[in-house]
Nanobody, 116 residues
Framework: QVYLVESGGGLVQPGGSLRLTCAAP???????????FTWHRQAPGKQRELVAR???????DYADSVKGRFTVSRDNNRKRVYLQMNNLKPDDTGVYYC???????WGQGTQVAVSS
């Protein structure tokens, strides 16, 4: 299991930007590098949904609702995964979680609130 820590959330106005970071400080290279990471979010009263995905080969995929606005990336040397979020909308509000695909490894989440 990979220990994950998210950070970077906050309150932002519509149209603003945030960059979320998912760190895996205790992970070893042989575990981190081959892993596919996903970002999920959960809005109040709603189910958790997949937002973005990045594979070991740096291939990316996004939910339709965030395409063109969000960018997922990874830095294997620093054992981090990022989610750059631009042109944020109120519907982007929720708790954002980092996850290792196919595992039970989830971070504790970071809150994002988009409001004027």
């Amino acid at each position: 299991q990979v220990y994950l820590v998210e950070s970077g959330g906050g309150l932002v106005q519509p149209g603003g930007s945030l960059r979320l970071t998912c760190a895996a400080p205790r992970s070893i290279t042989s575990v981190f590098n081959p892993s596919t990471f996903t970002w999920h979010r959960q809005a109040p009263g709603k189910q958790r949904e997949l937002v973005a995905r990045i594979t070991a080969r740096f291939m990316t995929d996004y939910a339709d609702s965030v395409k063109g606005r969000f960018t997922v990336s990874r830095d294997n040397n620093r054992k981090r995964v990022y989610l750059q979020m631009n042109n944020l909308k109120p519907d982007d509000t929720g708790v954002y979680y980092c996850h290792v695909e196919g595992s039970n490894s989830w971070g504790q989440g970071t809150q994002v609130a988009v409001s004027s």
